[in-house]
């Protein structure tokens, strides 16, 4: 009885292509895995942005809020895009009236302890200018209310809060929000985002 490798290894090889071939065709005949699902709070976290000034900082922790609205909403991902629904329904839009609490804080840059700074002098000129993003379009949101609101905190800790009071109509889901910080001149400081 005689033995020939390559015929046994050429075998092997086509039956290992089979196979293979055999779970690329059952794979994409099942279609994909469930995508994950992501479920928000009551509140949805913006990127944080920040403004250096020589050894102050200033830093910005926005969040998103809408009364209940963002309170159990799911982001499900699908093969054709991101879908979101709330107790089972399908949901599109955002809620015509977003209100963006951004928590401010001004610090000593690098310091190991909160210490607070003071507040530099451009502070009170900072403007806020706020858009919706769709691809690489950017385009202004319908109405934004700024309001300052300072806290009841020790002298010289500067913590406070700006609301940004935004209302719009029909702003599709997938659309990030984009908070610019700019100076009393217009220049570009900082920019947060929120996407969900």
């Keep these: 009885m005689s033995f020939c490798p390559s015929r046994f290894a050429h075998r092997n090889m086509s039956i290992a292509i089979a196979i293979c071939a055999s779970l690329i065709m059952t794979e994409a005949a099942s279609g994909q895995a469930p995508g994950q699902i992501v479920e928000y709070k009551e509140v949805?976290?913006?990127?944080?942005?920040?403004?250096?000034?020589?050894?102050?900082c200033i830093n910005f922790s926005p969040v998103m809020t809408a009364g209940d609205f963002f309170?159990?909403?799911q982001r499900h991902e699908t093969?054709?895009?991101d879908q979101f629904r709330k107790n089972s329904q399908v949901v599109t839009t955002f809620p015509d009236q977003i209100t963006v609490q951004v928590q401010t804080t001004v610090t000593v840059c690098d310091a190991d302890l909160y210490t607070p700074a003071p507040l530099p002098s451009f502070f009170n000129g900072l403007q806020f200018k706020v858009q919706w993003k769709r691809g690489l379009a950017m385009r202004s949101v319908a109405q934004v209310v700024v309001q300052r609101v300072m806290f009841a905190s020790q002298e010289g800790d500067n913590r406070l809060m700006?609301?940004?009071?935004?209302?719009?109509?029909?702003?599709?889901l997938t659309d990030h929000l984009i908070i610019s910080v700019l100076?009393?001149?217009?220049?570009?400081?900082t920019?947060?985002?929120?996407k969900l």
Excluded at 44 to 56: F, L, M, N, T, Y
Excluded at 162 to 172: C, E, G, N, W
């Design 44 to 56: 949805v976290p913006v990127s944080a942005g920040q403004i250096r000034d020589k050894e102050v």
């Design 71 to 73: 309170d159990g909403l």
């Design 79 to 81: 093969a054709s895009g």
């Design 162 to 172: 700006f609301l940004l009071k935004i209302r719009d109509h029909s702003v599709p």
């Design 183 to 189: 100076s009393p001149q217009g220049k570009l400081l």
């Design 191 to 194: 920019r947060m985002s929120g």
